[in-house]
């Protein structure tokens, strides 16, 4: 049984699209949820740490901007705008299933997008 | 900033083969420190943990020593098997108050051959 499920698995994304990746938590016990970025290369990059329904953060990197909102204790959202024509990259989310900042991460199997 | 470097981008080897792969990280912090395993088509899991400098990690064969001195996480594995082909992190646990944050290093694909 999977603790982490992200859908959509894989999406075509026009260019000039934004795409919403959804992350549903299992088990409500691990609080702290984050997304990592991963490219073609397999280079794996934090991009947020969200803990409480209603927490959102913003950034911009190189290729993407991106808006994390946590929605419930369950659910972790992330919107990816603004990719490069051409761009492949993979969003992959986790739970803290450890004491805090001991590391011990749960992650999801990815959510796979290509920009036409 | 913090960091970490895996210089092998890429290691084959034949079964039964004796496996090592370098990491070395740079903090002014003595972190918690680990190896990741991502097979294809999964996400990251973690093979196994150091907290406390000079002690060793050990997980399904693989072995991993926390060296302060070297700055050094290195994996080993004595026998390998092709079950064990995929993409190996070694990484560090950021306390920079991001919880749930690791630096990660590029990577080390692992390819056994029967």
């Known amino acids: 049984v999977t603790l982490l499920e992200q859908n959509p698995r894989w999406r075509l994304v026009p260019r000039g699209q934004a795409v919403n990746l959804r992350c549903i938590l299992k088990n409500s016990q691990y609080p702290w949820m984050s997304w990592y970025q991963q490219d073609l290369q397999k280079q794996l990059q934090w991009l947020f740490t969200?803990?409480?329904?209603?927490?959102?953060?913003v950034k911009s990197l190189p290729g993407a901007d991106y808006l994390a909102t946590r929605v419930t204790d369950t659910e972790l959202r992330l919107q990816v705008a603004n990719m490069s024509q051409g761009r492949t990259l993979y969003c992959t989310c986790?739970?803290?299933?450890?004491?805090?900042?001991?590391?011990?991460?749960?992650f999801g199997e990815g959510s796979k997008l290509t920009v036409l | 900033g913090d960091s970490v470097t895996q210089k092998q981008g890429q290691v084959t080897l034949s079964e039964d083969d004796f496996l090592f792969i370098n990491c070395t990280y740079s903090t002014t912090t003595y972190p918690t420190l680990l190896w990741y395993v991502q097979y294809l088509g999964q996400g990251p899991q973690l093979l196994l943990k150091?907290?406390?400098?000079?002690n060793k990690g050990i997980s399904r064969g693989f072995e991993a020593t926390y060296d302060k001195g070297t700055t050094s996480f290195h994996l080993q594995k004595a026998s390998v098997q092709e079950s064990d082909s995929a993409v190996y992190f070694c990484a560090l646990v950021d306390i920079t108050g991001n919880t749930g944050k690791l630096i990660f290093g590029l990577g080390t694909t692992l390819q056994v051959q029967p």
């Open positions: 969200l803990r409480s329904p209603g927490d959102k953060e």
């Open positions: 986790s739970a803290d299933i450890g004491r805090a900042d001991t590391g011990q991460l749960y």
């Open positions: 150091v907290t406390t400098a000079n």
